[in-house]
């Protein structure tokens, strides 16, 4: 679906009466603050201009001024809807940087941390395409699985929604059985709510309705607009980073990529929807299989020391100041890393030139390279059409303007 | 005279009845919704929140009264007491129970009892689309007009099947007074038994003409956010809220008349009560037939996704339109085989 | 009492008639005109024909006024100055008018009203009545006003149909 | 374009005949959702009833006592310097004699403030401090009218000896295991 | 493919003069002169498959002679292979040739390049800034600009902490 | 409502004579005074209206249902002259930008 398959009306050589309509950057159906200036011919929309940047807070310059370890907390704020992967993704990049390999263990770990928030990031998606098309129930069904979702994160690291989960290295703290239970028990009582979810909507013929042949964009254009994960999968592509690069032992587990045909809203929703019974399956593997081992890598350059040793040694407490000091000195070079991430490929393009901090650190956020083709996506569709595609998007402010 | 004072004391009654129940029905939606939820609703102003609507009216009054400088203000301030006026007129012709006798002096639960009773209230229907319109338009406001317009071309679309399906009942009953039909409609005979497509098709057009989902385009918050009302705040926007809830009240008790026997009820009408207390009774059912449409409004808004413009206007033209006209058909063609 | 009621009605109706031409902005003179049917239709029950005041609000209140309500939106007539014919056009108009007026009243009073009122408990203006007459007399005018009203409706649909701008291929 | 064997094709966009009609999976849906009526609802009546915080939860933070009550914090400035929000300021000063029984070494924090505003709760002082003396805790900051009220100074961050807060489960358990051994210096 | 067949194949288009290739961390980065990178990126797209533009993003490097530089990420979806390209340029004459005809992605990733760094994308549909104001008159992520303005007064608020 | 109309008697029919004769007169002054091709066409209804109170009035004082009859038929015909009238009214809309009668002239040149 290119340009030249349309035709296209310019307010300016034409006598028709063109309105404009600001969706945003406060409007129901953003979620967050951005704008859209639709130029509508009636309910039909015409063109669309986004502006973004709205919640701009200039991660990728504190970053260059940060020890490496507190960079951290300012991927949570990125996609905060899926923030430990954010966060696991950025310390794998650094772990790549050091050289330092993990353990089994600490990558399972990993993978059920990052599983979980893929579920809670789709969960938070798919949902709110329901209550964009008016069906608040169904959200609200979902979202209860979302709090037990945090749940889960707050008894492994703390905090619920900005986790700031994980260390350079691993794990500050291992699973505590509470972990374990309270992550069987979200996979008993899940299953039991996404079947329920998919039941309200997914062969509902008004939903369908509102969703088949919406914001439809071909593989072709969806590859050259950069489009990744879910968005992409949608549209036909297989392209998965879990497989294709893979990281933290991906490739112990089976799982099958869920892939649309048209890449349409009603695409994106399936995929979404089969993702997450794909990610529930990955936790059952990964539970089930969880090896023993160290939930940190010990590497005492960049690792904090155990905290005993640091009340009682010399040696050790002198590393932990020089950690905490962030006065790791990083060998230089160049790195991308990337992570599937909730809305698709999650890179951290690394520039050090030695030193405590990154010299560059660039965040490729998947949300901000896609949501580029939403004019292309939405145009000669209706108002809703606009919305609806919007929330399958899943853009996500904090992702958008880093 | 005394005539006229009784029926001024019951248009009264009716109105604060309908006042009454229009706003704890907010509240009724409210709870039930959060039922539906997994959670428990408004439950802070009074025992089970049951102060709530109070609560909620008292914050509508004392809320600034906001109007954009850019609107017609005549007009802003007509389009909500317009809304209002139309929603509260058509319960003067529902027969609410059947007559009390006092003193051998009969005095009927109706207002006025209308030979053109049921097209009194499509009438009346149909204009409950001026509030909208007018109050979206003198809004100013981009959204308001979307909203204003969704509305208006919503509301004509399915008047036109509701005038059918009422017209297929008219056939059936042979009147078009509501005492007669409801007369009519004693033990089982209710009309939904003679007639399931036509009370679907009113049903669904009831849905549509109160902007209930999934058709509530014209306010629909995640598009339009408020659509018709996004500029009105404090009690204007109240009435909006409140004649919604008016409207659905009157609208149930239009579709329990026509179609579920309005005050009659099988067993009931045979057991041999007295005028009064069979007066009462009817009275009962019928407003437990009332809230039960009441509810089931709310459970399909909190269940079903909306319907899109197109969808909507498709739905109405294209399926509810010609579904209608078969139904007027088979229901003559059913009429003159059995005469 | 009927006078008062006729009266108040008939005053109502010319005033609000005069507004539907003396008032500036269009949507103005469309609630007024709207108005001025509310009132008609009240002639309509003064007269026992209730069908015909049903019918007239929903065919003209319900129908008519709202399509002229939404065209009105739709064209987003945002003129300033209020479209008027010059002072002399406006000067003849009034004339003429008021000698048609004249003309009107006279030969009508001419006419033999010799019936002279009546009680109102004529059942002729009843659903039933109508229905009868209707349905025989006027079987064959029904029918052709049914055709004429389809081809209206398809002369609307015809003339509205935009030619598709955007399109999907 | 199909990369790897994994994928499938899993939207289904036909209709089947009871699809097309709409009502089934109306029907459908509104049964699902009136069974939630008597479900149990998952609501937590907030301020009568509290949601238990997992124990390891990042809250107010706390300035932890030793056993005989003197202030553990020795001012060292690794919390200040691993806080990513730059939440915290301390003042360092020395101990005068006769002040062995409120500061546990020579140098102790005079001024120990935490802006809560600023605060974003990541944890990174608990992990800095080498002398066990902040931790974070289950317990929420209070809401305030003032943005004084947020900046917490020693008054309200240091524990007091009637009422010691509990931080062992977010200890490890080797850390708990050495703590046992009370001949060390650390442990005293 | 591996990256040692890329550069084999990339060198017989383009010659290794003004060319500079390494590798860092198992991916091929090539460092190449203004005027060539649109027809290698061309060339890498049309030829060798890397269909997949990942990310374009700057850098600044204050004490080199070329002191900006741009660093695009392209990816070979089929054979899952990623190369690094970069080219430096002067911060007189911040100009590159765009890629927007290559890759409709490439629009946003621009702007947000010559938001941060003031690198002038030759050719660009629509370059002006995407994250920051419009009105903002420096290229914030350059090096000589310090993290927070030190002539910001409202920072020294006692509310503001530190 | 029969119970209450009953009771009243009709007004001499010279009362809607003069009443309708008014009423068309201003409906005429509409047409002939506006220049916008709504308004104009709101007076056409109005003049309309005029006639059908007339006939129902007159069908009412010769006990004669045709005259009602006759207004619904009224009816019908003024539904349709709207309904194409105003998609007419749209289409010039959409050329001329404005419905002002007056450059409803074209024809003329």
Redesign the interface.
């Known amino acids: 679906m290119s340009t030249e398959n349309y035709t296209i009306i310019h307010p300016e050589d034409t006598d028709k009466h063109y309105t404009t309509l600001n969706l945003g950057p406060t409007h129901p159906a953003t979620h967050g603050i951005f704008q859209n200036i639709l130029t509508m011919d009636g309910e039909m929309v015409i063109d669309a201009e986004q502006t973004i940047g709205y919640i701009h807070r200039a991660f990728e310059k504190i970053a260059e001024h940060r020890p490496y370890y507190q960079i951290t907390p300012l991927t949570d704020r990125l996609n905060y809807c899926s923030s430990p992967i954010n966060n696991i993704g950025y310390q794998l990049a650094v772990e790549k940087l050091l050289g330092i390999k993990t353990n089994k263990r600490i990558d399972y770990m990993r993978v059920i941390i990052m599983e979980l928030s893929r579920i809670a990031d789709h969960l938070v998606c798919n949902s709110v395409i329901g209550v964009d098309s008016g069906a608040l129930t169904g959200f609200v069904y979902i979202f209860q699985e979302r709090e037990f979702i945090y749940e889960i994160f707050e008894e492994i690291c703390g905090a619920r929604l900005t986790t700031n989960i994980g260390r350079i290295g691993g794990f500050d703290r291992d699973f505590s059985p509470a972990v374990i239970h309270k992550i069987r028990q979200f996979l008993v009582r899940y299953e039991k709510a996404l079947h329920e979810f998919e039941n309200l909507f997914i062969r509902n013929r008004i939903f369908m309705d509102r969703t088949i042949k919406v914001g439809p964009i071909s593989a072709e254009r969806a590859l050259a607009y950069g489009f990744t994960g879910p968005n992409l999968r949608a549209a036909g592509v297989d392209y998965d980073v879990r497989v294709a690069s893979p990281y933290c032992s991906y490739n112990d587990f089976d799982f099958i990529i869920p892939v649309g045909t048209h890449g349409d809203t009603y695409d994106r929703f399936c995929v979404r929807q089969t993702e997450m019974w794909q990610s529930m399956k990955i936790i059952k593997d990964a539970l089930d299989n969880l090896p023993q081992g160290d939930h940190i890598v010990r590497e005492p350059f960049a690792v904090l020391p155990k905290k005993e040793d640091v009340y009682s040694k010399m040696e050790a407490l002198i590393w932990h100041f020089k950690i905490v000091m962030g006065e790791i000195d990083a060998p230089k070079g160049e790195i991308y890393h990337s992570v599937e991430g909730g809305n698709g490929e999650l890179g951290f393009y690394l520039v050090s030139e030695g030193g405590r901090a990154p010299y560059r650190l660039h965040f490729r956020r998947p949300c901000f390279i896609y949501y580029q083709a939403y004019p292309e996506m939405i145009k000669g569709g209706l108002l809703s059409d606009a919305i609806i595609t919007m929330s399958s998007m899943n853009v996500i402010a904090g992702e958008l303007d880093a | 005279m005394l005539y006229i004072i009784y029926k001024l004391v019951l248009i009264t009654i009716i109105l604060l009845v309908s006042l009454g129940i229009a706003m704890y029905a907010t509240l009724l939606e409210r709870k039930f919704a959060g039922f539906l939820q997994d959670r428990f609703g408004p439950d802070r102003a009074g025992k089970w929140g049951l102060l709530q609507p109070v609560a909620d009216g008292v914050k509508l009054f004392f809320k600034e009264e906001y109007m954009p400088n850019t609107a017609d203000k005549f007009l802003y301030i007509l389009g909500p007491s317009l809304t209002m006026l139309v929603a509260l007129l058509t319960s003067a012709v529902i027969p609410w129970g059947p007559s009390i006798f006092i003193a051998g002096t009969e005095f009927s639960l109706q207002v006025a009892d209308l030979n053109v009773g049921i097209l009194y209230v499509f009438a009346i229907m149909s204009m409950g689309v001026y509030g909208i319109m007018i109050g979206g338009w003198a809004s100013n406001n981009k959204y308001s007009l979307m909203g204003a317009v969704r509305a208006s071309s919503q509301m004509i679309s399915y008047e036109l099947a509701m005038g059918l399906s009422i017209a297929s009942l008219i056939m059936v009953m042979g009147s078009v007074r509501l005492n007669d039909i409801v007369d009519a409609q004693q033990g089982w005979n209710w009309n939904v038994i003679y007639q399931p497509v036509g009370f679907l098709i009113f049903f669904i057009c009831a849905l549509a003409e109160t902007n209930r989902h999934p058709f509530d385009l014209p306010e629909c918050e995640t598009e339009l956010i408020g659509g018709y009302h996004t500029e009105y705040s404090s009690m204007k926007l109240g009435f909006y809220l409140f004649s919604e809830y008016i409207n659905m009240f009157v609208s149930s008790a239009i579709i329990s008349t026509l179609y579920f026997g309005g005050y009659h009820f099988p067993f009931i009408d045979k057991l041999g009560l007295s005028p009064n207390v069979a007066a009462i009774v009817g009275l009962m059912i019928f407003f437990a037939k009332i809230i039960g449409f009441i509810m089931l409004f709310m459970w399909i808004r909190w269940t079903l996704p909306r319907f899109r413009y197109d969808q909507l206007m498709r739905l109405g033209w294209k399926i509810l339109l010609p579904l209608a006209l078969l139904n007027l058909a088979i229901t003559g063609i059913v009429i003159l085989a059995t005469q | 009492?009927?006078?008062i009621?006729?009266y108040s009605l008939?005053t109502l109706?010319?005033f609000s008639?005069?507004m539907?031409?003396l008032s500036k902005?269009?949507?103005h003179?469309?609630?007024y005109?709207?108005l001025?049917?509310f009132t008609?239709a009240g002639?309509?029950?003064?007269?026992?024909?209730?069908?015909?005041a049903?019918?007239?609000?929903?065919?003209?209140?319900?129908?008519?006024m709202?399509?002229?309500?939404?065209?009105?939106?739709?064209?987003?007539?945002n003129?300033k100055e209020?479209?008027?014919?010059t002072v002399w056009?406006?000067i003849?108009?009034?004339i003429?008018?008021?000698l048609?007026?004249v003309a009107?009243?006279g030969v009508?009073?001419g006419?033999d009203?010799s019936?002279?009122?009546?009680?109102?408990?004529?059942q002729?203006?009843?659903?039933k009545?109508?229905g009868?007459?209707?349905f025989n007399?006027?079987m064959l005018?029904f029918e052709v006003?049914?055709i004429?009203?389809l081809?209206?409706?398809v002369?609307?649909v015809m003339?509205?149909k935009d030619e598709e701008?955007?399109?999907?291929? | 374009m199909t990369l790897t064997n994994r994928s499938k094709v899993v939207s289904n966009k036909k209709f089947s005949f009871w699809e097309m009609i709409y009502l089934p999976a109306i029907f459908k849906g509104m049964a699902i959702t009136i069974s939630h009526l008597f479900r149990k609802k998952t609501t937590v009546c907030y301020p009568e009833v509290n949601r238990p915080f997992s124990e390891v939860y990042r809250g107010l933070h706390v300035l932890k006592l030793d056993d005989q009550g003197r202030e553990r914090c020795t001012a060292c400035g690794l919390c200040a310097v691993a806080c990513p929000a730059e939440a915290i300021t301390m003042v360092a000063a020395e101990r005068k004699p006769g002040e062995e029984k409120l500061f546990r070494e020579e140098k102790y924090a005079k001024v120990y403030e935490i802006n809560m505003l600023r605060c974003i709760f990541c944890g990174y002082c608990e992990d800095a401090c080498p002398k066990e003396a902040i931790f974070l805790t289950n317990r929420t900051v209070p809401s305030d009218y003032e943005r004084d009220g947020f900046i917490y100074g020693k008054d309200k961050l240091v524990e007091t000896l009637d009422k010691r807060v509990d931080v062992s489960k977010r200890q490890t358990a080797s850390v708990l295991e050495f703590k046992k051994d009370k001949h060390h210096k650390h442990n005293q | 493919m591996s990256n040692e067949e890329v550069l084999k194949q990339f060198l017989e288009k383009f010659d290794a003069s003004d060319l500079h290739a390494s590798e860092s961390f198992d991916m091929l980065t090539i460092t190449l002169n203004t005027g060539r990178i649109h027809d290698a990126i061309k060339f890498l797209r049309n030829d060798l498959g890397f269909g997949f533009l990942t990310d374009i993003c700057g850098i600044h490097y204050p004490d080199a002679e070329k002191q900006l530089g741009v660093i695009y990420h392209l990816h070979n979806l089929q054979e899952n292979i990623r190369i690094r390209l970069k080219t430096f340029v002067t911060i007189a004459n911040p100009n590159v040739p765009t890629v927007t005809d290559l890759f409709a992605g490439a629009n946003w990733m621009e702007r947000e390049t010559f938001d941060f760094y003031g690198i002038i994308f030759d050719g660009h549909p629509n370059l002006k800034r995407i994250l920051n104001v419009d009105y903002l008159d420096y290229y914030p992520l350059r090096k000589e600009y310090p993290l927070e303005d030190p002539t910001r007064e409202d920072k020294e608020d006692h509310f503001f902490g530190r | 409502m029969n119970t209450v109309v009953e009771g009243f008697k009709l007004m001499p029919i010279e009362n809607y004579i003069v009443l309708s004769a008014l009423l068309f007169v201003i409906g005429i002054l509409g047409v002939l005074v506006k220049r916008n091709a709504l308004v104009v066409f709101m007076s056409v209804e109005l003049m309309l209206n005029s006639v059908n109170l007339l006939f129902a009035a007159f069908s009412v004082y010769h006990n004669d249902t045709s005259g009602q009859v006759i207004v619904i038929f009224t009816m019908v015909v003024a539904a349709a002259e709207v309904a194409v009238g105003l998609a007419i009214l749209v289409l010039t809309y959409r050329t001329n930008h404005s419905i002002d009668i007056n450059l409803l002239n074209k024809l003329k040149h």
């Not at chain 3, 209020?82 to 014919?85: F, G, I, M, N, P």
């Not at chain 3, 002729?124 to 659903?127: C, N, P, R, Y």
């Not at chain 3, 701008?165 to 291929?169: D, I, P």
């Open positions: 009492m009927e006078k009621i006729f008939s109706a010319v008639a005069l539907v031409v902005k269009p949507i003179s469309l609630l005109l709207l001025c049917f008609i002639h309509y029950v003064l007269l026992n024909a209730q069908f015909l049903v019918v007239h609000i929903i065919v003209y209140a319900g129908a008519i709202v399509l002229f309500l939404f065209s009105l939106m739709l064209l987003n007539l003129i209020e479209l008027q014919k056009m406006r003849i108009a009034v003429s008018g008021g048609l007026l009107l009243v009508l009073k006419l009203t019936a002279g009122p009546m009680l109102a408990s004529t002729i203006g009843l659903m009545n109508i009868n007459v209707l007399e006027y005018p006003a049914s004429l009203f081809t209206a409706m002369g609307a003339l509205g701008k955007v399109v999907k291929k």
